[in-house]
């Protein structure tokens, strides 16, 4: 283990805070810390076991002498094996961040405000004070981080003149069994992948479960590969995002998505970076406004909407609803609409535990981490944060 430069501490990071905006300098020693415990006390997706890991572990190697790389059975007895000062950005589950105040209390480790998002907690708290007790809708939050941030604004008022632009209804689903959307980019594993895949067999061959089927790693992993992934989108796939979203075709997988929720929440892009090359296809008229403001809409409007919902309401949304989950998959990928409009809705109706359903999202679901669902989850954010403010 290579030691920090003296007087300096090192960065704990945590999986999904794996891309080169969650450090501060090129010089800067991170600590990443592979927990067995995790994978043993609940059964993930085969699939998001892998990438997790292997996106850890390219980091790591990508960091070299700078990366101290600990496995261990439990996050505590991995970190008892470094000594120095820790400092550490704030998780995006509140059982990391209570795991961070508990060791906090037991050795020095700074703690610096969350990143990964467009819109900080403060910000988000401050606009709901705003609001005087009103109801706290996306849409709203959505425009305010439009206008502090400048994107797609003219002259203080949204481009084009209206905030929803792609508003319209969508188009009916294709008669064909394909839409016309490109495959979207997908990486090819490596010596890295081999070696998670290996562990993983060994795992299973000593009792730990896995939900669904293994396979080759579709998702970004690396900073490379998630830039690949994001070029690919903006060149091939997002002029016709938002056409026929919503639809579904019997052989047709991917549709116009983007693919990039996952590297989002590995924090191997910026989601600020993701908005400027889709405003900059609109710039070079590669893009038309409508499929461009509607992606965006999803980046900072809906995505930082739901995470700082996580935040404010406590994560305690239930209603009551206290039935179990019944559901199961074999495969990874599920993007919102199956989730949020098919089984959501289902839970809804035959009064699913909301706590419940969104920890089997997030273990099962590769483009699903634990503040995202929970806003969606059956009960609805806005109606959970209308009843608290009542």
């Known amino acids: 283990m290579t030691p920090a430069p003296s007087g300096h501490s090192r960065r704990w990071l945590f999986g999904d805070q794996l891309g080169p905006h969650f450090l501060d300098d090129d010089d800067q020693h991170v600590l990443l810390v592979e927990s067995t415990g995790v ?3 609940q059964t993930f997706h085969r699939q998001k076991a892998h990438l997790v890991l292997s996106a850890m572990r390219h980091r790591a190697a990508e960091l070299g002498d700078r990366a101290t790389y600990v496995r261990s059975e439990t996050f505590r007895g991995g970190l008892a094996e470094v000594g120095g000062v820790l400092d550490v950005i704030q998780p995006t589950t509140f059982a990391a961040a209570r795991l961070v105040a508990d060791l906090a209390a037991e050795r020095l480790i700074l703690r610096h405000p969350a990143r990964g998002f467009a819109s900080s907690r403060a910000e988000f708290v401050g606009w709901a004070s705003r609001r005087g007790g009103r109801r706290l809708p996306m849409e709203d939050f959505y425009r305010e981080t439009r206008r502090r941030l400048g994107v797609l604004m003219a002259a ?5 003149g209206r905030w929803k632009v792609d508003a319209d209804p969508c188009e009916p689903p294709p008669k064909a069994p394909r839409l016309d959307a490109s495959e979207p980019w997908w990486p090819t594993e490596d010596a ?14 000593d009792g730990v479960l896995f939900a669904g089927e293994d ?5 970004a992993a690396t900073r490379a590969e998630a830039l690949a992934v994001l070029a690919d989108f903006v060149e091939h796939r997002l002029p016709g995002f938002g056409r026929c979203a919503d639809a579904g075709a019997g052989e047709e997988r991917w549709m116009a998505k ?9 924090g191997l892009l910026d989601p600020l970076e993701v908005v400027a090359a889709a405003e900059a296809a609109y710039a070079a008229r590669s893009a038309s406004l409508a499929a461009v403001e509607g992606f965006i809409r999803q980046v900072i409007g809906w995505r ?8 404010f309401s406590g994560a305690d949304c239930t209603l009551g609803h206290r039935r179990p989950v019944r559901v199961t998959r074999a495969d990874g ?6 989730r949020l409009t098919v089984l959501g809705s289902y839970a809804l109706q035959d009064g699913w ?10 273990r099962r679901n590769l483009d699903a981490y634990d503040g995202l669902p929970m806003p969606n989850s059956p009960d609805g954010s806005e109606a959970y944060l209308r009843l608290r403010s009542s």
């Open 39 to 41: 994978l043993r006390r």
């Open 156 to 160: 203080g008022s949204p481009v084009g």
């Open 192 to 205: 890295i992948d081999a070696g998670v895949r290996a562990d993983l067999d060994a795992l299973a061959a």
């Open 215 to 219: 396979g080759p790693r579709r998702f």
């Open 258 to 266: 983007s693919v990039l929720t996952a590297p989002l929440n590995l």
């Open 304 to 311: 930082d909407y739901r995470w700082h919902v996580y935040w």
């Open 333 to 338: 990928p599920n993007h919102h609409r199956p």
């Open 353 to 362: 535990d909301p706590t419940e359903l969104t920890s089997w999202f997030d």
